[in-house]
């Protein structure tokens, strides 16, 4: 019963270790934007803003990964952000309506907010919860 008790023992603390490990290895995770709104886009600040370098389109016409790139003092969080937006990201286009992946275009200047958990990576990679179109290029 004694090796019992003591493998048990080892074996909880080396799961609170891992977890630790693993919670400390995952990244952080983005201010949640406030709900969307159905009539504007966010008013605080995003995590990142800046123009849309490269587009890549997912394996369905809903999705789409853009590398951002912050320029100067453009604001945010980060220089450069892999974000990916997928069917329940809210777009909204430079003239302030709803719009959806089709919209974005290399080029354009943009700001993101993410959702859900931002991975540590270089550039860090993330899941837009709302992206606003600034201008169109």
């Known amino acids: 019963m004694r090796h019992t008790t003591g493998a048990l023992a080892a074996l909880a603390a080396l799961t609170l270790l891992g977890a630790a490990v693993v919670g400390g290895c995952g990244g952080a995770t983005a201010a949640q934007p406030a709900s969307p709104s159905p009539s504007a886009p966010p ?47 809210t777009v909204w286009t430079a003239g302030g309506q709803r719009g959806d992946a089709s919209d974005l275009v290399q080029g354009a200047r943009v700001a993101v907010w993410f959702e859900g958990p931002v991975r540590e990576s270089y550039p860090v990679q993330a899941t837009a919860g709302v992206v606003q179109i600034l201008t169109s290029d």
Not at 58 to 79: F, H, K, P
Request: overall charge negative; glycine content about 18%; charged content about 15%.
């Open 43 to 89: 008013s605080g600040v995003a995590d990142i803003t800046g123009v849309v370098d490269t587009l890549t389109p997912g394996a369905d016409t809903d999705t789409v990964t853009l590398l951002v790139v912050a320029g100067g003092s453009a604001g945010g969080e980060y220089d450069r952000a892999s974000v990916t937006v997928v069917p329940g990201s």
